[in-house]
């Protein structure tokens, strides 16, 4: 079954740098969202898209901005790096049920490395 | 936001031995989901479950939506069980945002 992909899986950026992470979802999935994961912490929200559109933010730096494209890849764009970034990100998915959203799969993670 | 808490923090077990991994929330949810984030940091999806009862394998877990908790049980620990597990949870009207509990970290020893 087609899972979540996130590119590049490694990425090493100096301080001040750009980094742009993408994720392209399940087919047909048509939530996605974006977490970031310190060393020892658990997953922080950072933004989520609905149909192309933003749906929530979180704790989300001015200097990262992220969108959904026309085929639902997503991108995550991260400018002026800071030490402090370097974390896993992880992008997921999820279809929307009745209620609401349903089971959401989570990408393998782009481990972003800032020296 | 709402509060997730995830008791213990840490357990060491025996290969073979059973455990209980509890999760409370402090609101009314419309998502739970339980994960197991390996060694290599893949987020693994175990349950998902908003309510009721499910087994898969050794692993089970049971949602009590109306007392905000969730339990999930592991038999038979193995060392590859190893690894922190995760509650998440999206609360109701709140939708496209999961919110982790801070994990349990799991080591099955030989």
């Known amino acids: 079954a087609a899972g979540v992909i996130q590119s590049p899986r490694h990425l090493i950026k100096e301080k001040r740098e750009t980094a742009t992470l993408k994720c392209y979802p399940i087919p047909r999935h048509d939530t996605v969202y974006w977490y970031q994961q310190g060393p020892g912490q658990d997953p922080q929200f950072l933004i989520s898209?609905?149909?192309?559109?933003?749906?929530d933010k979180g704790s989300i730096p001015d200097r990262f901005s992220a969108q959904q494209f026309s085929d639902y890849h997503s991108e995550l764009n991260m400018s002026s790096l800071e030490l402090g970034d370097s974390a896993l990100y992880f992008c997921a998915s999820s279809p929307t049920g009745e209620a609401g959203n349903t089971e959401a799969f989570f990408g393998q993670g782009t481990r972003l490395t800032v020296v | 936001g709402i509060q997730v808490e995830q008791s213990p923090p840490d357990l060491i077990l025996q290969e073979g031995a059973n455990s209980t991994l509890r999760c409370n929330f402090s609101d009314s949810v419309n998502n739970l989901q339980w994960f197991h984030q390996n060694p290599w940091g893949q987020l693994i999806n175990l349950f998902y479950i908003p309510s009721g009862t499910k087994q898969n394998g050794r692993l089970s877990a049971t949602t009590v939506a109306t007392e905000r908790y969730s339990l999930l049980y592991i038999s038979s620990s193995q060392t590859t069980d190893s690894g922190v597990y995760f509650c998440?949870?999206?609360?109701?009207?709140?939708?496209?945002?999961?919110?982790f509990g801070s994990g349990t970290k799991l080591n099955v020893k030989p």
């Open positions: 898209f609905y149909e192309k559109m933003q749906s």
């Open positions: 998440a949870v999206e609360r109701v009207g709140n939708f496209n945002k999961f919110y």
